[in-house]
Nanobody, 124 residues
Framework: QVQLVESGGGLVQPGGSLTLSCVAS????????LGWFRQAPGKEREFVAA????????YLTESVRGRFTISRNDAEKAIYLSMNALKLEDTAVYYC?????????????????WGQGTRVTVSS
């Protein structure tokens, strides 16, 4: 069982930056691939980014490539989503997720473990 706790959400202006954090309670953090999903108001949840067990492989959805980066710190049992050049359409609740399995792309089969989410609002 893995518990995930996100933080770092908030209100930011278009073009601004924000970094989300997710801390995991996993016994062996390196057993898990981790990632971020988001759900905008009135829309379905969508994949944002994922990082492999070793941290060597990353995958980001096309709409955030070049603006967002994902990283992990195994010593801290944490992952991060650094978001730059934020747009109005990035407004959503962002969820951290983890699973022992990952397909190397957009996690077609949803991960097993989820955090409670942190809200990001991009507004002028």
């Amino acid at each position: 069982q893995v518990q995930l706790v996100e933080s770092g959400g908030g209100l930011v202006q278009p073009g601004g930056s924000l970094t989300l954090s997710c801390v995991a309670s996993a016994r062996t953090f390196s057993d898990y691939a981790l990632g971020w999903f988001r759900q905008a108001p009135g829309k379905e949840r969508e994949f944002v980014a994922a990082i492999s067990w070793t941290g060597r492989n990353l995958y980001l959805t096309e709409s955030v490539r070049g603006r967002f980066t994902i990283s992990r710190n195994d010593a801290e049992k944490a992952i991060y989503l650094s978001m730059n050049a934020l747009k109005l359409e990035d407004t959503a609740v962002y969820y951290c997720a983890a699973d022992e399995e990952w397909d190397g792309s957009n996690w077609y089969r949803p991960p097993k473990y989820w955090g409670q989410g942190t809200r990001v609002t991009v507004s002028s």
